[in-house]
DNA sequence: GCGTAATTTAATGTATACGTTATCCCATAC
DNA sequence: GTATGGGATAACGTATACATTAAATTACGC
């Protein structure tokens, strides 16, 4: 009856489902939900639910607060800004640690692909799919820094900010510099120039935390 | 007679008993444990252990490995290197806003308090008490940095190298040059200097990485 | 009506039961 | 001796039962 293959145990379709769930703001941020809802939920019993909310609360997506629920994590404009703090620094390493990589061309490719797309996203004006090619980019510029640690905290912090980035993403003009720092960066790391991958990724990042914190303040949005 | 509170649950006590057991070697780096075993040797039942080893998972400290128990991760040299790597760039990060915190005197006593303490275990030679006086210099560092995701993953991360560093405390020359630059990431800090400060304990970080990386390949270990 | 104590409710923490199945062991065939 | 297959074993995944207790509700005295 059950399966008992870790990739499919209902535990850990709990963790995808409930990650899922709060993505998608199904579960909306600083709401409360019983064990017993999401087990209800998701038609299995407390148990798993229980092992995918501890998992979920150390990823720090939710809380969980004995008798009250778990809360869904909510992020104040000051959680936003620590996050782009480590974001921008780890990031820069890893642009940093790609350009010292000394990759071929050939290796590069998909790197670059990301950012053609993003300048043709940008001339339809489509904004989806240049988020899309945007976390292409930035998911292969930490896989050629070759840390797997920078990999996975880069990754969890994207997930903690994704509802945030997605809020904002048509609030926001036109991210035209943004592409520009993009080729320029490719082209930096291209040439294997660490010092000025890391340079210019830092003030590409700067420039994306500068512009969230912006909007948020501007739209009075404690929370989100 | 279960405690209910969330500090006591027997799933928190198995979370902390299971890290002293690793931080202590008894259960050892690279080693298996069946739920029943740790069920049995921390006098509960298996449902507490199951999420409380989730967590450690998610934290780094072991891998859930159906049918063959968990297993307590080892460190290869390349591990540290990476973990080394992310270390230095967000303490070099911490020490930056600490800099830029323009704190008091008053305020930076802990800070000068652990390096003196540094300094004197360092007369007395011994390692314990500097090791302890130093592991007070970093929390203390990245506390007044102010972002808590910093302190999160540096403290995390010293937990993994936690063992690494208690083996290398002995097979290492007395650290001498370290205390100098703590000293002087401490001036740094008082006066403000961000990008000094910066600067300093980037240096620190790597002599202290080459230094650990160096002994751990002169010793042969792979794993630890 | 209001504050406090008693009572009920229900969410949780934990133990336990049990079905499933990976793994091990051995018998048999070659 | 090696390989294959079947059966036993036991570790795991999950559901469920149940005691505990925080929180909600009611009862009560003033």
Known sequence: MQENDRQTSRTQLAVESIRSLIFSGDLAAGTDHLENELAERL???????????????????L?????????????????MNEIYVVLTELESLAAGLAARGKYSKAQLK???????????????????????????????LVRLAGNSRIAAITSNFNDQVRRA?????????????SNEEH????????????????????????NARKTLIGILEEVGMKHL
């Open 183 to 206: 080729r320029a960066l490719f082209e930096a790391i291209a040439r294997g120039d660490e010092k000025g991958a890391r340079k210019i990724h830092w003030r590409h990042r700067e």
């Open 165 to 177: 980035r997605a809020f904002t993403l048509h609030l926001r003009p036109l991210p035209v510099k």
């Open 63 to 79: 809380e969980v607060r004995p008798r009250k629920g778990v809360r869904i994590l909510t992020l104040s404009a000051e959680d």
């Open 110 to 140: 998909p790197l670059l692909q990301s950012v053609l797309d993003m300048e043709s996203s940008l001339q339809c004006k489509d904004r989806e799919s240049w988020a899309a090619a945007d976390e292409r980019f930035h998911d292969e």
């Open 43 to 61: 038609s299995m019993s407390r148990t798993p639910i229980r092992e995918a909310t501890r998992v979920l609360e150390a990823q720090g997506l």
